[in-house]
């Protein structure tokens, strides 16, 4: 059953126009992924400024691909605020037409010192289908 319902929601989400809305807010990534690595999300700065997650040793921004730009500025801000090193989670919702949103941020990001990862709705659509099959 898990199965069935698991592939009908892959279908959904590949049937989906890569124009439309998002399949879920960027702080629904945010939480799940600041969850998971211990960290502190929506960390306040001196200057009233937002860390979207703060761990012990990175400061996190997200953003979608199409992004990426803004995400490399606020994780540099943000490491320099912090002393922690800056990185960004990048939002693939839209599979290869997002990466090249990707190459340019590591391209980026290896110079800069910014940590790079990626977080795509498969892993927010597998708990919702936990929690589900759970109630």
């Known amino acids: 059953m898990q199965k069935i319902i698991l592939i009908s929601l892959t ?4 049937s989906m126009p890569a124009y439309s809305k998002r399949m879920f807010a ?18 306040e700065l001196k200057d009233f400024t937002r860390v979207d997650c703060l761990t012990e040793t990175q400061a996190i921004e997200f953003d979608f691909a199409n992004k990426w730009a803004e995400c490399i500025g606020q994780s540099l801000h943000y490491g320099l605020m912090t002393h922690k090193q800056p990185a960004c989670v990048l939002i693939m919702e839209r599979g290869n037409k997002d990466l090249k949103y990707l190459k340019r941020l590591r391209r980026v990001a ?3 010192g910014i940590a790079t990862y990626t ?5 927010l659509l597998k708990q919702k289908l936990l929690n589900e099959l759970a109630e």
């Open 11 to 14: 279908i959904l989400i590949l």
């Open 110 to 112: 290896y110079k800069k």
């Open 26 to 43: 960027e702080a629904e990534y945010q939480n799940y992924w600041c969850k998971a690595h211990n960290g502190t999300t929506e960390y």
């Open 119 to 123: 977080m795509k709705p498969d892993v």
